[in-house]
C-alpha cells in the first residue's frame, strides 16, 4: 500500500472522460513523475489527485485514509501541496509575503519552516522584501514550491515545474527537488522534459489517453526501448 494512490481513476470535465482508468502511486522520500504526450490526461490525473475535478470512478487515498471526497483545501490540511504550472505566486506581494501565505493553514510559529525555505532556496532570502512579480522565472518557480513547503506537506504536487526555465534553472530545481524527497516527503510531478525527470524518478508513470501506458521505476522506462522511441525522441 503506497502512501498516496489515485487509483483506476475515470473523469473529465463535462464531456468525455479525459482519465481512463489511471493508477498513480507514490511513497513517502520518493519521486514519482508522470510523461506522456500532449492531451495524454498528466495534469488532469495531478488535478483529480487533488480534488480539483470529481472523478466519475475510482479514489484517492493518503496515508490508507480514503480522501476522495474532500475538497482541495481539505486535502492541503491532509497533508497535500500543490504547485500549479502557472499564476503560482501573488506578484505584487513580496518573497517573503508569498512564503507567509503558504503558512495561512497553520496556527504555530512557522519561522523555521520560513529558514529550512531559505536555506534550500538561498536566492530567496536574498530577495525576500523583492515583489514576486520581479523575479526571473524559476525564481518564481522556487517561491512557489517554497510557499508549498510553509505548509508542512507530506506530499508534495509540482505540475510542470520547470516550464519556460532554461536548462541549468531545470537542473537547479531537479537538485532541490532531490533534496525535499530525501526529507522523507512524497513528490509527485508532471513533467514535460520527460527524459531528464525520469532520470531522478523512483517512478515513472507512461500515461497515453488518459491510461496508464507504461509503469516502472525512471531507470527501466529510460532504458526501454519502446518508451525511448516513442516518447523521449530516441
Given amino acids: 500500500m503506497s502512501f498516496l494512490i489515485g487509483e483506476t481513476m475515470r473523469g473529465g470535465y463535462g464531456g468525455a472522460d479525459i482519465l481512463n482508468g489511471c493508477t498513480i502511486a507514490v511513497d513517502k522520500g520518493e519521486i514519482a513523475v508522470i510523461v506522456g504526450p500532449n492531451g495524454a490526461g498528466k495534469s488532469t490525473a495531478m488535478k483529480a489527485i487533488f480534488g480539483m475535478l470529481p472523478l466519475r470512478e475510482g479514489r484517492v487515498t493518503l496515508a490508507g485514509q480514503d480522501i476522495t471526497a474532500l475538497s482541495p483545501q481539505d486535502r492541503v490540511k491532509a497533508g497535500m501541496g500543490f504547485v500549479p504550472q502557472t499564476s503560482n505566486v501573488f506578484v505584487s506581494m513580496s518573497v517573503q509575503e508569498n512564503l507567509e501565505m503558504g503558512a495561512y493553514i497553520r496556527h504555530d510559529d512557522f519561522s523555521d519552516t520560513m529558514e529550512q525555505v531559505f536555506d534550500l532556496f538561498p536566492i530567496l532570502k536574498e530577495k525576500r522584501r523583492q515583489p514576486a512579480g520581479e523575479l526571473s522565472g524559476g525564481q518564481r518557480q522556487q517561491v512557489a514550491v517554497g510557499r508549498a513547503l510553509m505548509t508542512r506537506p507530506s506530499l508534495l504536487m509540482l505540475d510542470e515545474p520547470t516550464a519556460g526555465v532554461s536548462p541549468i534553472v531545470m537542473d537547479e530545481l531537479f537538485d532541490r527537488i532531490i533534496e525535499v524527497a530525501a526529507t522523507g516527503i512524497a513528490i509527485l510531478m508532471v513533467e514535460q522534459n520527460a527524459r531528464q525527470a525520469l532520470n531522478i524518478a523512483d517512478r515513472g508513470y507512461v500515461l497515453v489517453q488518459g491510461s496508464n501506458r507504461f509503469t516502472d521505476t525512471g531507470e527501466a ?13 530516441g
Fill in 221 to 233: 522506462l529510460l532504458a526501454n526501448p519502446e518508451v525511448r522511441a516513442t516518447f523521449l525522441g
